[in-house]
């Protein structure tokens, strides 16, 4: 493992642990050379997903890209990092766990919403208003009164396909 500060060759493990879904391998680790203190995940290679964007075009999933958009939503909120890591988590397997190995943005827009909603209005706003573009004030309330008027199924449930059982929550893609 090359050290992101000198890039030297080695390092030793300090500490290995699961995550909390049991998806990854988290490792701190020190180089043998300049002694700076990284972090690494091990993670099972996984079958490619095609997001289908909305211009039409296509691109591999990004794990990465998904938490960035969940962490930024979430910013200044109480949900933790954990929690965060968890959803995206989740969202991933459920990707995997699929028959389809494409989905549109609009599905993954709509399963993160899902999980927001579960963990904390602010950041379903905040995630909502760039995912689905809002104009202006009108749909920031037409959005919240859809929060106030429907109450919370816990279950998740963007394409009504099919349905396979999480830890947390139903999941249907």
């Not at 020190?30 to 990284?38: G, V, W």
């Not at 997903?49 to 979430?74: M, N, P, Q, W």
């Not at 909502?128 to 199924?153: C, H, M, W």
Request: net charge positive.
């Amino acid at each position: 493992m090359l050290c992101p500060n000198c890039q030297h060759k080695e390092s030793r493990v300090l500490e290995s642990r699961s995550t909390e879904a049991k998806q990854s391998i988290r490792r701190r680790r020190e180089c043998l050379n300049c002694k700076y203190r990284f972090t690494t995940y091990e993670r099972i290679e996984l079958v490619p997903v095609t997001i289908i964007k909305r211009d039409s075009s296509r691109e591999s999933f990004d794990r990465s890209k998904l938490l960035r958009g969940i962490l930024r939503a979430c910013e200044k909120t109480q949900v933790s990092h954990q929690t965060i890591e968890s959803i995206v988590d989740e969202i991933d397997a459920t990707l995997q766990q699929s028959t389809s190995r494409e989905f549109s943005s609009n599905e993954i827009g709509e399963l993160v919403l899902k999980y927001l909603r579960n963990e904390s209005e602010v950041a379903y706003i905040r995630f909502a208003s760039v995912y689905r573009k809002f104009q202006g004030i009108k749909d920031f309330v037409e959005t919240l009164n859809q929060l106030q008027n429907n109450p919370l199924t816990g279950e998740i449930d963007p394409c009504n396909d099919t349905s396979s059982q999480n830890t947390k929550y139903n999941l249907v893609l």
